[in-house]
């Protein structure tokens, strides 16, 4: 017989991956979380921003991301060019696949993993974004080989691409945590330099934004980590710009929490 112990059993959980940047084009952060306990709660978080006090809104419901058992390591980019983040989704057990879903706006997401090429992927934690050509796409690097994003032949789409760098004293040298946002007539693309994603992998530092069919200049708002915000005026389309942190670039103040 037992000892009479009344045991009870409490929810538990692991977040193998959240991913904090801005799905939607608003300047607000948002959240893609994905909890490895509960696969098929993976959540897009909406930011309400100022006017709805900055809480989130599940909008998970209805984005099209369909259940595997054993979704790993998401990780965002925009591959198209188009403006708005697409996502790619890893898998780590035989029978499941991991998937490419192309951001179609509103919050929702339409698989394409076989019409880019990627219907054969094997079991694997890696998925990382990088323009590794330097053509002005980015391409994905999982499963152990790199897979090169053919956007760039047929281009419809225009991009920008920063580089950012820390003085090594007020902000470090790879610039990890500056936020850059560029204010388009219709929305704000915003991008965060990170030092790592998902189940131990990491996107290229440089910042990869795609403009759609935007054409001319952009101007350039850029949050280093701790050391207040700096403009750069008039960066043209189509390439690769270093911007270099200089303490006496007129910064504005950093609001920080108490």
């Not at 990869?208 to 980590?225: C, K, R, S």
């Amino acid at each position: 017989m037992g000892s009479g112990t009344r045991c009870v059993a409490t929810p538990s959980g692991r977040a193998s991956a959240t991913w904090t940047t801005t799905v939607t084009w608003t300047s607000s952060s948002e959240i893609f979380a994905h909890g490895a306990a509960y696969q098929n709660r993976s959540q897009f978080l909406r930011n309400l921003g100022p006017k709805g006090k900055y809480k989130f809104e599940d909008k998970s419901a209805g984005s099209g991301l369909g259940y595997q058992e054993s979704y790993a390591s998401p990780a965002l980019g925009d591959f198209d060019n188009d403006g708005d983040l697409d996502l790619f989704f890893t898998t780590v057990y035989g029978h499941n696949h991991s998937v490419l879903y192309s951001n179609e706006g509103g919050w929702k997401f339409k698989n394409i993993t076989a019409p880019q090429g990627l219907g054969s992927l094997p079991p694997t934690y890696q998925s990382a974004w990088g323009d590794i050509d330097n053509d002005g796409d980015l391409d994905l690097a999982t499963a152990g080989k790199l897979w090169i994003n053919q956007v760039a032949a047929t281009p419809k789409n225009k991009w920008i691409a920063l580089t950012l760098e820390g003085d090594g004293k007020k902000v470090n040298r790879s610039a990890v945590g500056a936020i850059a946002r560029i204010k388009l007539k219709d929305r704000v693309l915003t991008r965060q330099v990170e030092s790592g994603t998902g189940e131990g992998n990491q996107n290229q530092l440089r910042l990869h934004f795609g403009l759609g069919a935007h054409e001319g200049p952009v101007d350039v708002e850029i949050t280093w980590l701790g050391a207040g915000k700096q403009m750069v005026k008039g960066l043209a389309a189509g390439k690769v710009h270093k911007v270099t942190f200089k303490a006496t670039a007129g910064l504005s103040p950093v609001h920080r929490f108490p």
